[in-house]
C-alpha cells in the first residue's frame, strides 16, 4: 500500500477512485496527565513520553485508514491529510483523524 500526502503519484496513475477513508484515535486525558507526572523526561524542552503517546495515536489512525483502504480493494492512499483535535470536557482528549482517498493504480 502506497500511503502520500501529495494528490499523485508520479509515473503510477489512479486507475479508479474508490473513495474517501478515514481513521481515528482519541487519546484520553488521564495519558496526558500520566505523561507531565513523569517531567523527568523531558530533555531541550521536548517530551519523549509525549512525543510516543502522539506519535501512537498517529499510527492507530493511520492503520485504521489503510486498512479501510484494503477492504475496497485499494492499491493506495492519496491526499492523506492528519488533524489534530481536543475534545471533550474543556478540552480534556486529543483526537487524531488521518483521512485521503483510496485508489486503484
Same mark, same amino acid.
Given at each position: 500500500?502506497?500511503? &502520500?500526502? &501529495?494528490?499523485?503519484?508520479?509515473?503510477?496513475?489512479?486507475? $479508479?477512485?474508490?473513495? *474517501?477513508? %478515514? +481513521? $481515528? %484515535?482519541?487519546? =484520553? /486525558?488521564?495519558?496526558?496527565?500520566?505523561?507531565? /507526572?513523569? !517531567?523527568?523526561?523531558?530533555?531541550? =524542552?521536548?517530551?519523549?513520553?509525549?512525543?510516543?503517546? *502522539?506519535?501512537? @495515536?498517529?499510527? &492507530?489512525?493511520?492503520? $485504521?485508514? %489503510?486498512?479501510?483502504? *484494503?477492504?475496497?480493494?485499494?492499491?493506495? !492512499? !492519496?491526499? !492523506?491529510?492528519?488533524?489534530?483535535? &481536543?475534545? +471533550? @470536557?474543556?478540552?480534556?482528549?486529543?483526537?487524531? %483523524?488521518?483521512? +485521503?482517498?483510496?485508489?486503484? *493504480?
Amino acid at each position: 500500500m502506497i500511503l &502520500t500526502t &501529495t494528490n499523485s503519484i508520479e509515473g503510477k496513475p489512479a486507475r $479508479e477512485y474508490l473513495g *474517501l477513508v %478515514t +481513521g $481515528e %484515535t482519541i487519546i =484520553g /486525558a488521564n495519558i496526558f496527565k500520566d505523561i507531565f /507526572a513523569s !517531567i523527568r523526561d523531558v530533555v531541550g =524542552g521536548r517530551s519523549g513520553s509525549y512525543e510516543r503517546v *502522539l506519535r501512537e @495515536a498517529k499510527d &492507530t489512525a493511520i492503520k $485504521e485508514m %489503510t486498512d479501510e483502504a *484494503l477492504r475496497l480493494g485499494a492499491d493506495a !492512499i !492519496i491526499g !492523506i491529510d492528519l488533524d489534530y483535535e &481536543t475534545v +471533550g @470536557a474543556h478540552g480534556g482528549m486529543l483526537m487524531v %483523524t488521518a483521512s +485521503g482517498t483510496a485508489v486503484r *493504480l
